[in-house]
């Protein structure tokens, strides 16, 4: 087993979960992912805690979707297996990262409203999103497996008690900031996360992780914005989205492929049309795009919107956040841009406020 | 796909679970059974039913096993799952039949103490125990890929209505008889089946299926009895099982190979050193040895006893059951050897009563 695959398992059970004895552990992995889900066996059994697997597989719910008939509803078994865990670690990786490209976007939308219940839940755990490397994950980021490896533990195993002390400036400023400017290629936005907490993502919830990332105020945001970078949305690739924003709200969209598919996103449910999350990536480890958002959001010069859902984590006393069954990130290159938070300059240009003295 | 895989799975959705609309189901799979699981989510989906996979590997468990380090508890998480749940499909495969044998047999023993719960509650659900034909069930069957899918295939793809039909007699003898002799190579055994009841296995709980069984009183087992095909406990071949009765606990036991797990076993708890399960196999679609208990102990001309657990199913209003953490059958060959009840003889030399007359 490559020493890699360890260090890995180390991180998530020591670090991103603070895994302890007793714990209920729910792992999701596909069978790609097979030697770090035996990595994690071993270090959750030395510390005494309890896993259960989840197989997750593109091609079988593909095969679920496209053939159900009858009504989805939110499973009770599965939402029990969740409440009772303590920390849930999740882990992307799959033979295909294309095989559900032929379900309709109306069956995903459906299906991701009766899945809130868990997505909700999962808010409250000890959690970890993480990634395992793949020929197919390295395919769609046009590398070969040992490259792709390579790029994926780079980014993961890292220092990131370090990471966290650094971005704490970006995170203090969200804090106290009451009013954010975002200007680039066709972009004129603001919007208010008055109230609302910066989160330093650190390793914690997403691994790799590396980006600070708050609440805007659901009703505040105004303009326009162009992200220059594709959105992935269960493997399918939405590009150039166009936003238009009027008292929080989508009043114009537009996209130059699958335009359709962000029309279904947007309307599945009255949050799916208003942000959840302004997000700000400083993870200069990880240098090239490789259409995986877990990676692609996180890179130093970019920022991103979510659609939907804001984290509860990040949504202060006196703050508000947005509320749906969807969470879609979408991001933009800010290598020419500036983002500035009630008038001070955070970000311009590629480069943080530390990096500008 | 081949097409027997999509029968395969019918079958369970279908026959074995009878599977409905909105039922919560659960299917346990090694990813190697990756091709089975697609096409059950198929099955599923057209049912509008719900299902949840989890994620089963030998190597992974080992790793958890070999490395705990605290104290083994009923998972909380898991139990609610399978409360829950209102079918569940265990699909055995794997890459490696043999990849928990350095896993002490103190540390198997402990483990299923504390997973009884699971157990006990699966006896109330409508549940599927099947198995995907692997290189690695090839192999310890002695054959290539190709002739054991012929094999498993030949063995699940049937008749299941008319299987039912034809044990029947041996069912209503069972639910009838008092008393049952089993005599011989090395064998002299009685015990009482008063007021328990003879179960049909038709392919509902196990698929394959093909026997017919019932629950021994469990005091009343007396004798000495040779079983000259292999158990396989976790992957641990124990061979020549020799055990002798009193009172219906076992008092003396032997065997040619793994004979201190064996011991091991036999002192998981008070119910282990009794009998749960008197069956007779009668599928003459397997024909041969495959060391593959599910496979196996259907065989024609077999019987296989179960030490520990009785199945809830076979327990009569009258009758009396054991309980036990485990749930061992071992199987004696029968081609030489006769079973009565009440003095009938309902099996004798390979001959079932249905094929003397």
Known sequence: MDKR???HAQIIVDWSTEMKEDDN???????EAEELVIALNEEIGKKGAHPTTLYSSNEASRAYLKNFDGEFKTPEHTLKLFEEADAVISIKSDYNEKAMNDVPGEVLSEYSKVRKPLSDLLQDKRTCLTAFPTNAAAQLADMSLRQYQDFVWNAVLRDWQEVHEKQEILKKKMDEAEEVYITGKETELTMSIKGNLGENSDGKFNLP???VFTA?????VEGKILFDKPLIY????????RLKFEEGKVVEHSASS??????????TDEGAKRLGELGIGTNRGIKTFTRNMLFDEKMGDTIHLALGRAINRTIGEDGEGNDSAIHMDIIKDMSKGRV????ETVMEDGKFIWEME
Chains 1, 2 share one sequence.
Do not use: T
């Open 234 to 241: 269960m493997g399918r690739e939405i590009n150039d989205v």
């Open 209 to 211: 992780s590396g980006e």
């Open 5 to 7: 695959i360890k260090e």
């Open 340 to 343: 500035e938070m009630d008038g």
């Open 25 to 31: 552990v729910v792992i999701m992995a596909h069978p």
């Open 258 to 267: 699958n335009e359709g598919l962000l029309s279904q996103i947007l309307e």
């Open 216 to 220: 805007p105020i659901p009703d505040s």
